[in-house]
């Protein structure tokens, strides 16, 4: 199995890496792509370019064998939105099971999502769960729908939905942002070769 894991990155940081690597033990997903949004299509546009937050990305995973950068969305432009990834995806591996993973706050507002019932025709999800974090309406009805034990995921082809308690890093970019704006250290909330490239570029 596959996982995968798209977001804004702006910048990514331990809280990204730690959840992509408990939910790949957890899984024992061969590898996990992440994939960089070009232009995130609910969201403002990202403080740092495109090419900034996917060099950062590189910077982050290329000390984890398991890990890799897909960039996909980078090349194909415009607004990213998942369904396409997915289906992109899809055609590339054919039968091989991807997992999508996310965090509950996602989760919680998937079904808002552009076809996202498509994008259950097409992968598994794994929602990250830390302490305290639960699923409501829509969201909590489809995960009584389609829940199953982490053993039983690769038994089917798409469209279950896993748990995965992972470990609780109360780290955000936005806070990052914030932190760097000021001038104020970012040190332990970021990848050391993360943290050097931010001051390299003077980005936030």
């Not at 232009?39 to 290329?62: D, E, G, I, N």
Request: aromatic share 6%; net charge neutral.
């Amino acid at each position: 199995m596959i996982g995968i894991l798209g977001g804004t990155f702006d910048p990514i940081h331990l809280g990204h890496l730690r959840l992509a690597e408990e939910v790949r033990e957890a899984l024992a997903l061969e590898q996990v792509r992440f994939v960089p949004a070009f232009q995130p299509p609910h969201r403002r546009m990202p403080m740092a370019s495109a090419a900034h937050r996917l060099a950062m990305v590189r910077q982050a995973v290329q000390d984890n064998p398991h890990f890799m950068v897909d960039t996909r969305e980078y090349t194909r432009g415009g607004a990213s939105w998942m369904v396409d990834t997915c289906a992109s995806l899809r055609g590339e591996q054919g039968e091989r099971p991807l997992v999508l993973m996310m965090g509950m706050d996602a989760f919680n507002g998937f079904t808002r999502w552009r076809a996202w019932e498509q994008i259950l025709g097409l992968v598994h999800l794994a929602i990250a769960t830390r302490p305290g974090a639960r699923a409501e309406d829509e969201a909590a009805e489809l995960l009584a729908e389609r829940s199953c034990p982490p053993a039983q995921l690769a038994s089917a082809a798409v469209g279950r939905i896993v748990e995965v308690p992972i470990t609780a890093l109360d780290i955000s970019a936005t806070h990052i942002r914030e932190l760097s704006a000021c001038g104020r250290s970012t040190r332990y909330l970021l990848p050391k070769p993360v943290q050097e490239y931010l001051t390299e570029h003077s980005l936030y």
